[in-house]
């Protein structure tokens, strides 16, 4: 039958903090992965992605880093600001596009 | 403008009754797929297509069919076989992997059991 989708975890950050958002992933042959943030009923928007040759990449205010070893991926954003508050998701892109669980990002005043 | 679109954005299903969600993109993408998400949880995988006339099942399949006859369409049905349907519905197409946004996401559907 149809598994129970767990509920998101959630992360509380002061604005102006920095937030780390962590997800691990289970195929130790993937080799491109992606952050994704996600607004209530909208579909994910494209925040990031690195290579599996990569341990870090940063863009504008968010750095993803990779490890390979513990195959484990977070997502760090500064200065975190209300209007990061979302629901943030890895993906893990082999043969087919899998989401991690995600995280529900809550930014406070 | 190349894009993926969905339809309907909402949708209503009797008990007992099948439904059919469209997904449609003229980005040229091999890969399509649907997904499943429930309020507060995360995006899980019904089917997925790489290439036309070829598709797998994914996570969750049961009590959904889908259909890659087009390489722009992946139409998802969802049955009367699946017995808690109301969700919010995303379809995904990707070309591959390549640096930044290469895939591409619908607005989603939003089906509701009445």
């Known amino acids: 039958g149809e598994s129970v989708g767990l509920h998101l975890p959630t992360l509380s950050v002061q604005e102006g903090d920095n937030s780390i958002i962590n997800c691990a992933y289970s195929n130790s042959a993937s080799d491109y992965f992606i952050w994704y943030k996600q607004e209530s009923g909208k579909g994910p928007q494209f925040i990031i992605d690195?290579?599996?040759?990569?341990d870090k990449r940063q863009g504008q205010r968010v750095t993803v880093l990779l490890n390979k070893t513990v195959k484990h991926l977070s997502l760090q954003i500064a200065a975190t600001q209300p209007g990061d508050s979302a629901v943030y998701f890895c993906?893990?892109?082999?043969?087919?596009?899998?989401f991690g669980t995600g995280t529900q990002l809550k930014v406070e005043l | 403008d190349g894009g993926i679109t969905q339809s309907p954005k909402y949708l209503f299903r009797k008990e007992g009754q099948n439904v059919t969600l469209s997904c449609e993109q003229n980005l040229n993408h091999d890969a399509m797929y649907w997904y499943r998400q429930d309020p507060g949880q995360g995006l899980r995988l019904i089917y997925y297509?790489?290439?036309?006339?070829?598709?797998q099942k994914g996570d969750i399949a049961e009590g959904y069919s889908v259909s890659r006859e087009k390489k722009e369409s992946f139409p998802l049905t969802v049955t009367s076989a699946q017995k808690n349907p109301t969700a919010f519905y995303l379809c995904a197409s990707t070309q591959g992997r390549r640096f930044g946004n290469t895939i591409y996401f619908g607005e989603g559907s939003w089906l509701t059991v009445v």
């Open positions: 297509s790489q290439i036309v006339n070829d598709f």
């Open positions: 993906a893990e892109l082999g043969n087919k596009l899998t």
């Open positions: 690195i290579r599996s040759n990569m």
